[in-house]
């Protein structure tokens, strides 16, 4: 299987996680904002060690087998990553959207249905996650691949379920935000297309797109999900989470890849 297939496929299985930790909302009770926060805290773990350990850290390699080791390897990182952060934070400023907490932002969206301010937002959080999940195959198959496939898959899970249940706060009904939770990850596959895609055609692209897609991680992570887990006062849940996320990646990353 080409790696530009392993890429979309991967990225698409990692999306529909999203759908999975949706389905409670369906059946059962729903769950307080403490549960919400550490789910939450729990993605910014997971994708901050897949930032570092599945990301950066092959980044810097692909760069020192290309130009030895030294200060290069270390430029074309630290550029790739803060080219990232911008690119994502440019997605922010000009692109209506609502945060469940802080309310709206972006420029002027009194036109824009409040749905689809949700779906935006989500939009622009999930789009780095997949694209780091097809730069991962691109690069590797399915040994760089695979750990990040598995960690954000595991992420989506109960993202899936805090976004399902933020918009039942906002008066959804549960059908409809099974809906748009799941759409929320189908967005992935398009991320995980355009990362392979990248690295598939030009291999000196390889660290660029490593490092590009951590830092359009670290950007989600630092101005979406611990803002939200911190405005509720479950910090200590969240914190929990995040160290569980994290430890959980590290361990997949060094056992898959």
């Known amino acids: 299987m080409s790696p530009l ?22 059946f059962g009770r729903r769950p307080g904002g403490a549960f919400r926060d550490l789910s ?3 993605a910014a773990g997971v994708m901050l060690s897949a930032s570092f350990f599945s990301l950066i850290i092959p ?3 692909a760069a020192e087998q290309r130009f030895g080791a030294g200060a290069i390897p270390a430029a074309i990182a630290c550029i790739a990553i803060l080219v990232g952060m911008g690119t994502v934070s440019l997605m922010n400023e000009f692109l209506p959207h609502e945060h469940f907490d802080s309310g709206r932002e972006g420029p002027s969206s009194a ?11 989500i939009t622009i959080h999930n789009v780095p996650e997949g694209l780091a999940v097809g730069v991962g195959f691109g690069a590797n198959g399915i040994e760089g691949g695979l750990p990040l496939a598995v960690g954000i898959g595991l992420q989506n899970a109960p993202e899936g379920l805090a976004v399902a249940v933020s918009l039942l706060a906002q008066g959804y009904s549960k059908w409809r935000s099974f809906v748009i939770a799941t759409l929320t990850g189908l967005v992935e596959p398009v991320g995980g297309l355009i990362g392979a895609a990248l690295v598939t055609v030009s291999q000196p692209l390889l660290p660029w797109a490593l490092a590009f897609a951590a830092g359009a991680m670290l950007y989600v992570i630092s101005h979406e999900i611990i803002p939200e887990t911190h405005r509720s006062g479950h ?8 160290a569980v996320g994290l430890v ?4 997949l990353d060094v056992w898959l890849g």
Do not use: H, N
């Open 248 to 251: 959980l990646m590290l361990f």
């Open 40 to 42: 939450l805290g729990f």
């Open 5 to 26: 297939l392993l890429g979309v496929l991967g990225s698409l299985l990692a999306g529909l996680c999203t759908a999975v930790g949706a389905l409670p909302v369906l």
């Open 235 to 242: 910090q200590k849940q969240a914190t929990f989470g995040l």
């Open 59 to 61: 980044a810097l390699e």
């Open 111 to 121: 036109s824009v249905r409040r749905i689809w301010l949700f779906v935006i937002a």
